[in-house]
């Protein structure tokens, strides 16, 4: 299995552009979860889905952000308008998703710099 | 989720076993004991994990004390690469939560 797939790997765009990042959780896992990783604040949850379902979105920062699982191999999260504050890594993770089984796997992440 | 401590940093001579204790004096009997590492500009890695026996899995063996209130992760032959940031997290393993990291252990191996 290739793992967790991210892209793009780095994105640099100016304030006020949309910005799509994309993911492709490991095959089987019914999980799937949105961090956002910066100096200042460390790994903070943004959003997590179980079986293509958003269960909890309470970390999603403004309405500025969405994300969307349209099928159980494909993720996207959305920031638009964005903001110079919106850069960090991003990071998407899956997991199996059953009881004993919280292992998360993690993709290898984008580098969002908004000037 | 009980609360972790963790040393703030390590040093470890290449070659060498590095073992990188976790407190977690208030773990409660359904909470399993993970660790987790990133490598600088990495994603998060997962390494291991157990309830209350000792585990060993082909990255590294955790030791659980037998009152289970701390951990010892030992990587018997540090590598340069295994530098990175270490995190003991306790949980129970719903199958469905996000992941809290505390500030870690910096693990530096020494060539």
């Known amino acids: 299995d290739a793992g967790v797939i991210q892209s793009p790997r780095h994105e640099v765009t100016e304030m006020g552009q949309e910005v799509t990042l994309r993911c492709k959780p490991i095959s089987g896992h019914n999980s799937l979860f949105w961090y956002r990783q910066t100096m200042m604040r460390g790994l903070e949850l943004l959003i997590y889905f179980n079986n293509n379902v958003p269960i909890d979105d309470s970390g999603m920062p403004e309405d500025r952000f969405s994300a969307k699982m349209p099928n159980a191999s494909f993720s996207t999260l959305k920031i638009q308008p964005s903001e110079p504050r919106d850069s960090a890594v991003y990071f998407c993770?899956?997991?199996?998703?059953?009881?004993?089984?919280?292992?998360?796997?993690f993709g290898p992440g984008t580098r969002l710099t908004v000037l | 989720d009980a609360k972790t401590t963790q040393p703030p940093s390590m040093d470890c001579a290449e070659g060498r076993a590095a073992n990188l204790p976790c407190n977690h004096s208030t773990i409660s009997g359904n909470e399993y004991v993970y660790w987790y590492r990133q490598i600088h500009s990495q994603g998060p890695q997962y390494i291991i994990h157990g309830l209350k026996n000792n585990e060993t899995n082909e990255m590294a063996s955790l030791i659980i004390t037998e009152d289970r209130k701390s951990s010892t992760l030992i990587l018997p032959h540090a590598t340069l690469r295994d530098t990175a940031v270490y995190y003991c997290?306790?949980?129970?393993?719903?199958?469905?939560?996000?992941?809290?990291f505390g500030s870690g252990t910096r693990l530096q191996v020494q060539p």
């Open positions: 993770a899956s997991s199996p998703g059953v009881a004993g089984a919280d292992t998360q796997y």
């Open positions: 997290i306790v949980i129970v393993p719903t199958g469905r939560r996000a992941l809290t």
